[in-house]
């Protein structure tokens, strides 16, 4: 990789990720719900046709409707009224969800579920804490942790030893994108922000994305890294860190120094770790 900082990859660096992993594209049907949902004016019972249609969206918009954090008393079972419940913002995170989910496959079926589980674990951990923190948008944060890690099924799917270098890295405590630097052509980092870039998604996901696992992350310019796009950083290392201690699982996402320095950057003190893992382990739960 270029040692330039910058999040406008080199041609070389482009030409490498190119080569060596095959980027899915969006969904027809998610594009066109997409649109309608960004648009001035969205109408939603457009959006709520759009989502109809699609056996996933239908299925995930409307378990995200009933769940603890938006379900009232009475449960839906339209998409209409799942629509009408959480509105335009939420029904962009349960869109991206579910075109992410259905892009990618190939994989073994027990590895991949594994792999969406965890992710939204780790979404519904950093939305919770971005609730928290004030100008941070959980909504925002929960899309963005969708597809932090959303290239690892690619690098995966593209090499073969891919999961041994995964596997290994769980049993010795090691950090994979370091792994993935020495092993592979590219990193799930840059992938991740390539594809985020070909879905046509806010440029500060795709910054943040690229910048996730940069140990001087936390010491870039503003005109580099974004001080929207390192608080989604921030929270999501929070969120991997304190999700792993949560579940007694190996921490090869984030580290103690990058861990540090996004509890610092949010000002969160070791004195309320304890209260965030209970409200995280609270929080997953809702994703199952």
Request: net charge negative; charged share 20%.
């Amino acid at each position: 990789m270029t040692n330039d900082k910058s999040y406008e990859l080199s041609p070389e660096d482009l030409q490498k990720v190119v080569t060596s992993v095959e980027l899915p594209s969006c969904p027809a049907s998610a594009m066109e719900t997409l649109k309608e949902a960004q648009k001035d004016e969205p109408d939603l019972r457009q959006l709520a046709k759009l989502i109809a249609a699609d056996p996933m969206m239908s299925a995930a918009a409307l378990k995200l409707a009933n769940s603890p954090v938006f379900g009232g008393r009475q449960q839906v079972s339209s998409v209409p009224k799942a629509v009408e419940r959480l509105g335009i913002k939420n029904i962009v995170c349960v869109v991206v969800a579910s075109a992410l989910r259905s892009s990618i496959s190939g994989l073994p079926a027990a590895w991949l579920e594994a792999f969406w589980k965890r992710t939204g674990q780790q979404a519904a951990a950093a939305a919770m804490i971005a609730r928290q923190q004030y100008g941070i948008s959980p909504d925002a944060t929960y899309t963005y942790t969708l597809f932090h890690n959303a290239a690892m099924p690619l690098m995966m799917k593209r090499f073969p030893d891919y999961a041994e270098v995964l596997d290994a890295c769980q049993r010795e405590g090691r950090l994979l994108v370091e792994a993935e630097e020495r092993f592979f052509p590219c990193s799930h980092p840059v992938v991740g922000s390539l594809l985020v870039r070909n879905w046509g998604l806010p440029a500060i996901l795709g910054q943040a994305i690229r910048f996730h696992h940069e140990p001087d992350a936390y010491d870039l310019p503003d005109r580099t890294l974004p001080g929207g796009a390192l608080s989604f950083i921030a929270v999501t290392q929070v969120a991997d860190t304190l999700l792993s201690q949560v579940q007694e699982s190996v921490d090869v996402e984030v580290g103690e120094a990058l861990f540090q320095r996004a509890l610092d950057y949010l000002g969160i003190a070791s004195d309320d770790l304890d209260d965030l893992r209970q409200k995280i382990a609270a929080a997953i739960t809702e994703t199952d």
